[in-house]
Every structure is written in structure tokens, then in C-alpha cells.
């Protein structure tokens, strides 16, 4: 992952199948939405709006996923770490500028205080 040559806070992505995704973070928050466009053998384009309806819809699944995991319900370990390690991924670019591979050493010294975290991210959980 690295900084694209876009204006604005953007980051492209290539995940280890060769998939592509470039994620902006551009714009006001109270307006904020979530486009998705895939390119394959068909093109599909979903928008996820900022609102405590959408975002529900998309991070409860997850975070029940989370708390399962703990409680030993289930084994998506995996893929929890996976969306948890792209997410700092992105921090770290965003932090350092500098292209971030599974391996860099800027991923491995990323932290994140828990608190703060969250609270940036409700009321979106």
C-alpha cells in the first residue's frame, strides 16, 4: 500500500491476489459516504451512506464477528486480524508517507490507543 499521486488523502492498495482498491478520505464527515467500485468481468458501483442506518448495517456484523471470535463461538480469526492489519496499514501510510508491505517495519511499530480509536469511529459502530 502507498500514497497515491492524487490530491487529498488517498491511498492505493494491492492485496496479495492483485486486487486493487484506492480509498479516499477526503470530505466532510457529515456528508460523508462510502463508494465502492468493482471492476471485473461485470462493473458494479455501490454508495454506502454516512448515516447511523448504513454504517450500522456494515460494522455491527463485524464487531458481532469480534466478540464471537473471544467468546470462542467461532474461528474467523483470520480474517478479523487481516481487516485489522489492513486498517493500521493504512494509518501507517497515511502516518509515514512511505509505501507499507505486511512486513515493514513501520506496520510493525504502529500502535493505536483503543480509546481515541473509537471514539473517532462512533457513532459508526
Known sequence: MKRAAEP????????????HATLRF????????????????TTNA?????NRDSLA?????????FLDVVAGERDDTDRLLDAA?????V???IDTGDA????????????????PFLADYNPYY
Open 46 to 50: 455501490v454508495a454506502i451512506e454516512s
Open 91 to 93: 494509518e501507517a501510510t
Open 100 to 115: 507499507i508491505t505486511p512486513e515493514s517495519e513501520a506496520l510493525a511499530a504502529i500502535s493505536v490507543d483503543s480509546a
Open 8 to 19: 487529498g488523502t488517498t491511498v492505493d492498495v494491492e492485496f496479495e491476489n492483485h486486487t
Open 85 to 89: 492489519t489492513l486498517q493500521l496499514a
Open 57 to 65: 448495517a456494515m460494522y455491527h456484523p463485524f464487531i458481532e464477528s
Open 26 to 41: 477526503d470530505g466532510s464527515p457529515d456528508d460523508g459516504m462510502f463508494s465502492v467500485l468493482d471492476v471485473g468481468e
